[in-house]
């Protein structure tokens, strides 16, 4: 009841939702922490997606974390499109998953999606649901959890692409067991290879969602730590400088504690901006990048280390 109370608080503030709206927030993972799009602890959270019979003229909620980001993103210039869809590979449950499958408010809004700001900057967010079931009022309604997660361009290819590969070998399988039924000793073979194969594929199960577990705060502390170690190292820079930009993309995130992750993550973009050629020339102006950071990190955080490298650039 409590993760269905929480959506169906959130059910009226769609209504006044605009660009202007969410337009203030430095990054989506700032937007997903600030309107509680996850729970607090950043695991996945229950919106209706059928209200049954009864009450079919609600609306959906669960098309809310992708119009929510789809909003920010127009803020910001950019253009919000899908670049995977989702397998649905986190609902375990055969039969939720073909409820959730069959279901236009919950495939309409999940998959992995790509914004391109009008600054150059683009982010990836992936919004994958995890469960289904019935709410327990007595009435029809039906939830689906749903867990909304920026990823770096490599774990969003690592996650989407395993699971194609996953449904490929599970499509293989299938085939080899009609062979079987003609073939018995062909398929004694087949079986005898496929058993020598299977092993790498068991031991490599979808592991970035895993990382979930942890909070937005832990996730973006161990990338800024990272960043640091290498670039002060001067080794691996531009993985480096990859950390660095999610560290950042996270934004000034509630209850971070200690020292500004955000802040001096962006200290470490701006460096990349203007030291790294293998990261500065993805930008067309990088010069003009580490400025807009180096301006909103002195401007609204009062940041000196910024305002001294302002100096330096000018």
């Known amino acids: ?83 995977y869809k989702s397998s649905m590979s986190l609902v375990k449950d055969a039969s939720a998953k073909k409820r959730l499958s069959g279901n236009s408010h919950v495939k309409q809004g999940i998959g992995a999606y790509k914004c391109v700001q009008s600054n150059g900057q683009s982010w990836i967010v992936s919004i994958e649901p995890t469960a289904e ?16 997660k920026v990823m770096t361009v490599q774990e969003s290819q690592k996650f989407y692409k395993n699971i194609s590969t996953d449904t490929v070998v599970k499509k293989s399988a299938v085939n080899n067991q009609t062979v079987k039924t003609t073939t018995s000793k062909v398929a004694i073979a087949k079986e005898s290879e496929i058993k020598k194969e299977e092993k790498p594929v068991v031991e490599s199960p979808v592991k970035p969602i895993e990382k979930a577990l942890d909070t937005p705060q832990q996730q973006q502390l161990k990338s800024f730590v990272a960043a640091r170690r290498d670039l002060n190292k001067g080794q691996n820079q531009l993985n480096a400088c990859n950390n660095a930009q999610r560290a950042y993309n996270f934004g000034k995130l509630p209850n971070a504690g200690g020292t500004n992750v955000y802040a001096e993550s962006g200290m470490l973009v701006a460096r990349c901006l203007t030291s790294v050629p293998s990261y500065s020339s993805r930008f067309s102006n990088s010069k003009a990048q580490a400025k807009n950071i180096l301006q909103n990190l002195a401007n609204n955080h009062n940041h000196a280390g910024a305002k001294h490298m302002l100096k330096q650039l000018k």
């Not at 079931?133 to 749903?146: H, I, N, P």
């Open 1 to 83: 009841m409590g993760g269905v109370g929480i959506a169906l608080h959130g059910c009226t503030s769609m209504d006044s939702l605009s660009s202007d709206s969410v337009k203030n927030f430095t990054s989506p993972q700032e937007l997903i922490a600030q309107k509680n799009i996850n729970h607090a602890n950043g695991q996945a959270k229950e919106y209706v997606y059928d209200w049954g019979a009864k009450q079919s003229n609600n609306e959906a909620q669960s098309l809310y974390p992708r119009k929510y980001l789809t909003h920010y993103c127009s803020a910001k210039g950019g253009k919000f499109s899908l670049l």
């Open 133 to 148: 079931r019935k709410f327990t009022d007595g009435s029809e309604t039906r939830v689906v959890s749903l867990q909304s």
